[in-house]
């Protein structure tokens, strides 16, 4: 079988059959989706295959003391020299193989939800054979080794800024002739918090819920191009808090500049809740209840830092600003 759609479901899907481990070859992983496997409560075996390229070092945080705590996670980075870019889902059971999927599907977000964009196909369990001796080959000490070694010869890239900007100054940093970090506002033009969009999404009269939120991609910071244009009605992405938290993310809605399509707000990909409870949960502002820009002020910033990592994963900072 071939399959081009809902991919995540299938990987975490925990009802297929009897397993007990799940190996993942994968070139690029998510910080988010290796969350997400966790909740399998199966031995868990990932490799990143292309970290020899460099892995963000919010990325590499999660998937170290994940490697540390989990007596069931074991995540490798493919050492320098050896870079695999094949993507591979295992289930065994008792040490024997019993399902194989192979294709392009990268175990990220964006690799496994975005429809018709990527494919995964079954494996004929004739050829089971071989792909042990594959699994075997990349996971060895010569091509691979543990994240959370303090030997570890992958790069890891940490996040540096350029000194900190006025807030309405957008990007605030370039790399190679990309803007890798933009700063986006909270607050609508007025200077106030939208009363029903925004952060407070679910204080509208439409189909949400109390605690729905995005956060508003307006059109001046689409013309930083930091934001591509839109390839499918809704873009995926693995998302990487300053304190740790991982959530999945999509690009949402549709606004036009130069003619080209480009998302017009960013929002939790499963529940538009997720985020508006975690925003409520660091503003110390109870669930439901309305968000006030006096309430971004009490906390010290009413602005998000975005910053595209090298595996297109973004980095989201509303740390509080230091006295």
């Known amino acids: 079988m071939l399959y081009t759609r809902n991919l995540s479901k299938m990987v975490f899907d925990k009802n297929f059959g009897k397993f007990d481990e799940l190996i993942i070859i994968s070139g690029y992983v998510g910080a988010s989706q290796v969350t997400e ?7 868990l075996r990932i490799l990143y295959g292309m970290a020899p390229s460099g892995i963000s070092g ?6 170290s003391r994940t490697d540390k705590r989990k007596e069931n996670v074991e995540i ?13 889902y295992i289930w065994k059971d008792n040490g024997k193989m019993v399902r194989a ?7 990220t977000n964006s690799g496994l939800n975005t429809p018709e964009k990527e494919i995964l196909v079954d494996i004929d369990p004739s050829f089971f054979g071989e792909l042990e001796q594959y699994i075997k080959y990349v996971f060895s000490d010569k091509g691979a080794e543990r994240c959370s070694l303090h030997s570890l010869k992958t790069r890891v890239t940490s996040i540096t800024k350029a000194a900190q900007l006025d807030p309405k100054q957008l990007i605030i940093k370039k790399e190679a002739g990309k803007v890798k970090t933009i700063r986006i506002s909270l ?3 007025s200077g106030k918090v939208q009363p029903a969009h925004g952060l407070n999404w679910g204080m509208s009269a439409g189909h949400v819920k109390p605690n729905d939120s995005c956060i508003v991609i307006r059109k001046v910071a689409i013309k930083t191009g930091f934001f591509k244009p839109k390839e499918s009605e809704q873009t995926f992405i693995d998302g990487v808090w300053d304190d740790g938290t991982t959530m999945e993310l999509q690009e949402e809605g549709n606004q036009t500049e130069l003619g080209l399509l480009y998302p017009k707000q960013l929002a939790s990909a ?3 809740e997720i985020l508006g409870k975690y925003i409520r949960k660091r503003l110390g502002v109870r669930e439901g209840k309305r968000i006030t820009v006096e309430d971004l002020k009490k906390y010290g910033k009413t602005f998000i830092d975005v910053t595209c990592l090298d595996d297109g994963s973004y980095y989201l900072d509303y740390s509080k600003p230091k006295k």
Not at 58 to 63: A, G, K
């Open 187 to 189: 607050l609508d033009r």
């Open 270 to 272: 499963k529940s538009k």
């Open 101 to 107: 999927l192979v294709g392009s599907a990268n175990f």
């Open 37 to 43: 496997a966790l909740k399998l409560n199966k031995k």
């Open 76 to 88: 490798f980075y493919s050492l320098p020299g050896n870079s695999v870019h094949s993507k591979c």
């Open 58 to 63: 919010p990325n590499h945080q999660i998937f």
